[in-house]
């Protein structure tokens, strides 16, 4: 699909910087129709927290030639080592895209919203399918109360707004880190020599929440940002990238966003940083401080870009960790 606008679709993703020296593919499952939405169904995942629903709703996969840095203190060798052994292929490196709803108390609850409707468009349904997923899931995004945002990658807030540029959600309170909120939208924290998918955020930053305007609330760390849902720093992907604890009686999960993009790659090798962390030291620390508290807690783990339904738990192996994926249960 070589008509593809890189800089409205996956400019400032992890695939973005990927694509840059070379052409991404997108797939989705193949079941003979041309529908999005009947392509759809495969794409939603129910899971009980206590009281709380989670839904993991797809907004589809990519593919893309891994670049010869997408480890940055690891060699491309080791890279494909790693790869080979957790019996996926050593190129191309392919992503998907996962978002969260939560059904708590009464209120439906997004968190991350996936690429959004221009995607959708531009790929003919394969990329951008939350809101069409959404929609088969029997939610409407007029319904939804709260959209929480972990960080700004287009991934995460291109659903925020619609393809002719107006809110997606325009009932919704949309909550976002202040931290995040403070780096993206001062253009005094933008390098002279940033690269065209940093410039890219910065400038998809500004043009996303000067559509939403005042719908656009922000949150500090250890802050409760909707029923039962906590907020929690795990900063250095971006500067203010966030997780959620989301809580219910006994039962927990972890939303952790993009504490870790390739689960083979960084869950297993927590050390190696990735290229599409601006702090790759202090994604590290937010990693291991992260990781360590799940397996000792042993709580369940939704990782956007974790293999569909994208939820799981971890345990410690060797120096590092390795993710144990749940079983998975098509009952609705």
């Given at each position: 699909?070589?008509?593809?606008?890189?800089?409205?679709?996956?400019?400032?993703?992890?695939?973005?910087?990927?694509?840059?020296?070379?052409?991404?593919?997108?797939?989705?499952?193949?079941?003979?129709?041309?529908?999005?939405?009947?392509?759809?169904?495969?794409?939603?995942?129910?899971?009980?927290?206590?009281?709380?629903?989670?839904?993991?709703?797809?907004?589809?996969?990519?593919?893309?030639?891994?670049?010869?840095?997408?480890?940055?203190?690891?060699?491309?060798?080791?890279?494909?080592?790693?790869?080979?052994?957790?019996?996926?292929?050593?190129?191309?490196?392919?992503?998907?895209?996962?978002?969260?709803?939560?059904?708590?108390?009464?209120?439906?609850?997004?968190?991350?919203?996936?690429?959004?409707?221009?995607?959708?468009?531009?790929?003919?349904?394969?990329?951008?399918?939350?809101?069409?997923?959404?929609?088969?899931?029997?939610?409407?995004?007029?319904?939804?109360?709260?959209?929480?945002?972990?960080?700004?990658?287009?991934?995460?807030?291109?659903?925020?707004?619609?393809?002719?540029?107006?809110?997606?959600?325009?009932?919704?309170?949309?909550?976002?880190?202040?931290?995040?909120?403070?780096?993206?939208?001062?253009?005094?924290?933008?390098?002279p020599d940033a690269s065209e998918a940093m410039v890219a955020n910065f400038e998809r930053a500004r043009r996303i929440f000067g559509i939403l305007g005042d719908s656009v609330k922000k949150f500090a760390p250890e802050m409760e940002v909707a029923p039962g849902v906590t907020s929690m720093a795990t900063h250095g992907h971006t500067p203010g990238h966030s997780s959620f604890i989301v809580a219910s009686g006994s039962d927990k999960v972890i939303i952790q966003g993009d504490v870790t993009t390739h689960p083979a790659l960084f869950i297993r090798h927590p050390g190696w940083h990735g290229f599409t962390d601006v702090d790759p030291v202090m994604a590290e620390q937010s990693r291991r401080k992260l990781y360590d508290r799940i397996v000792a807690e042993r709580l369940l783990v939704h990782g956007f870009h974790f293999p569909f339904p994208s939820l799981g738990h971890l345990t410690r192996e060797d120096d590092g960790y390795r993710l144990m994926p749940i079983m998975w249960n098509p009952a609705p």
């Amino acid at each position: 699909m070589s008509d593809f606008s890189r800089r409205t679709f996956l400019a400032g993703t992890a695939t973005a910087a990927a694509v840059a020296s070379g052409t991404a593919s997108y797939a989705a499952a193949s079941d003979g129709s041309p529908s999005g939405a009947r392509r759809a169904r495969t794409g939603i995942y129910r899971q009980n927290i206590g009281e709380i629903e989670l839904l993991s709703i797809t907004d589809g996969a990519t593919s893309f030639p891994r670049r010869q840095d997408f480890v940055m203190n690891r060699s491309p060798e080791d890279v494909a080592q790693a790869l080979q052994q957790a019996f996926f292929p050593t190129d191309p490196i392919t992503l998907t895209f996962t978002p969260v709803v939560l059904k708590s108390s009464g209120k439906l609850i997004v968190i991350d919203t996936g690429l959004g409707e221009a995607a959708f468009k531009q790929s003919n349904g394969v990329g951008g399918q939350f809101h069409t997923n959404l929609a088969v899931a029997g939610y409407d995004a007029g319904s939804v109360d709260r959209v929480l945002i972990t960080h700004f990658h287009a991934d995460h807030i291109g659903g925020l707004v619609t393809a002719d540029g107006k809110p997606a959600f325009p009932k919704s309170e949309i909550w976002v880190p202040a931290a995040e909120y403070a780096f993206w939208m001062n253009s005094g924290n933008m390098a002279p020599d940033a690269s065209e998918a940093m410039v890219a955020n910065f400038e998809r930053a500004r043009r996303i929440f000067g559509i939403l305007g005042d719908s656009v609330k922000k949150f500090a760390p250890e802050m409760e940002v909707a029923p039962g849902v906590t907020s929690m720093a795990t900063h250095g992907h971006t500067p203010g990238h966030s997780s959620f604890i989301v809580a219910s009686g006994s039962d927990k999960v972890i939303i952790q966003g993009d504490v870790t993009t390739h689960p083979a790659l960084f869950i297993r090798h927590p050390g190696w940083h990735g290229f599409t962390d601006v702090d790759p030291v202090m994604a590290e620390q937010s990693r291991r401080k992260l990781y360590d508290r799940i397996v000792a807690e042993r709580l369940l783990v939704h990782g956007f870009h974790f293999p569909f339904p994208s939820l799981g738990h971890l345990t410690r192996e060797d120096d590092g960790y390795r993710l144990m994926p749940i079983m998975w249960n098509p009952a609705p």
